[in-house]
Nanobody
Framework: QVQLVESGGGLVQAGGSLRLSCAASGNIFGISYMAWYRQAPGKQRELVAQITSGGSTNYADSVKGRFTISRDNAKNTVYLQVSSLKPEDTAVYYC?????????????WGQGTQVTVSS
């Protein structure tokens, strides 16, 4: 069984930084797309950043220049460095990945990690 486990969230003052991690475990043959989403109270879940297996990245306009996504393929882990945080970045951050296991590729979600930015 495949699991995605996030860590690194917390409470931080505006302007601060955090590093979120998401580790995939289980019977994994390969991981293609990995991404971070977030969901603030009363809002829809939104894509924050994504990275392909080759390292190509894409960011939401609201986080460009402040957030950096990266991955360690050997560790099946994706990271999100969040900097210059603003109160509007407060949300639950979720990891998403497309993982091949037993010849089947499907999407998986982590349980989420809370990021709270105080003004």
């Amino acid at each position: 069984q495949v699991q995605l486990v996030e860590s690194g969230g917390g409470l931080v003052q505006a302007g601060g930084s955090l590093r979120l991690s998401c580790a995939a475990s289980g019977n994994i043959f390969g991981i293609s797309y990995m991404a971070w989403y977030r969901q603030a109270p009363g809002k829809q879940r939104e894509l924050v950043a994504q990275i392909t297996s080759g390292g190509s990245t894409n960011y939401a306009d609201s986080v460009k220049g402040r957030f950096t996504i990266s991955r360690d393929n050997a560790k099946n882990t994706v990271y999100l460095q969040v900097s210059s945080l603003k109160p509007e970045d407060t949300a639950v951050y979720y990891c998403n990945a497309y993982i091949e296991t037993k010849g089947v590729v499907r999407g998986y979600w982590g349980q989420g990690t809370q990021v709270t930015v105080s003004s």
